[in-house]
T-cell receptor
Framework: NAGVTQTPKFRVLKTGQSMTLLCAQDMNHEYMYWYRQDPGMGLRLIHYSVGEGTTAKGEVPDGYNVSRLKKQNFLLGLESAAPSQTSVYFC?????????FGDGTRLSIL | DAKTTQPPSMDCAEGRAANLPCNHSTISGNEYVYWYRQIHSQGPQYIIHGLKNNETNEMASLIITEDRKSSTLILPHATLRDTAVYYCIVRVAGTGGGNKLTFGTGTQLKVEL
């Protein structure tokens, strides 16, 4: 049982480059979430989805886009990466119970 | 969602009970108290949650005061592997708003020999 899997685990980008972070869950959960965590801070919600085909903005959505074309996948996109987006990104999913988190993607923007 | 206040850090001797406090004085009647922990930058791990009754599971116990304005997470026999940042979060019950969690900065618990 893999749970929540994030791909890639590490990535270094140059300013202005684009990339997509993938979150996959095998628990058939309806809800999925993307968070970012900066050093010494708690997690902040970027975007979330309450089901396939739906997305909604969280606390810090600017500079990110998301898509939920399949129930099991939630993609986070950076169209033009900026140094301020250097962070650790966590994905989570849930059904009726608590959120289950992936192990994170460490992203550095130079 | 109601804000929470936690001490930034605590120490505990291995084998002793770790008691982590959380204040949530503005909590509403339909808000649950959730506890998560994060071990060394891994993804947060769910521990326990409750509404107004005390709760216990295989990981911890949650004590909520009668007025619900504060709570305490108890790790009965702390081990070195319990060293982590512990987050206390209050969240509205039900499915509205996507069940979002708002994380503060938590309490860094250090368990020592």
């Amino acid at each position: 049982n893999a749970g929540v899997t994030q791909t890639p685990k590490f990535r270094v980008l140059k300013t202005g480059q684009s990339m997509t972070l993938l979150c996959a869950q095998d628990m058939n959960h309806e809800y999925m979430y993307w968070y970012r965590q900066d050093p010494g801070m708690g997690l902040r919600l970027i975007h979330y989805s309450v089901g396939e085909g739906t997305t909604a903005k969280g606390e810090v959505p600017d500079g990110y886009n998301v898509s939920r074309l399949k129930k099991q996948n939630f993609l986070l996109g950076l169209e033009s990466a900026a140094p301020s987006q250097t962070s650790v990104y966590f994905c989570a999913s849930r059904e009726r119970g608590p959120q289950h988190f992936g192990d994170g993607t460490r992203l550095s923007i130079l | 969602d109601a804000k929470t206040t936690q001490p930034p850090s605590m120490d505990c001797a291995e084998g002793r009970a770790a008691n982590l406090p959380c204040n949530h004085s503005t909590i509403s009647g339909n808000e649950y108290v959730y506890w998560y922990r994060q071990i060394h930058s891994q993804g947060p791990q769910y521990i326990i949650h409750g509404l107004k009754n005390n709760e216990t599971n295989e990981m911890a116990s949650l004590i909520i005061t009668e007025d619900r304005k504060s709570s305490t997470l108890i790790l009965p026999h702390a081990t070195l592997r319990d060293t982590a940042v512990y987050y206390c979060i209050v969240r509205v019950a039900g499915t509205g708003g996507g069940n979002k969690l708002t994380f503060g900065t938590g309490t860094q618990l250090k368990v020592e020999l």
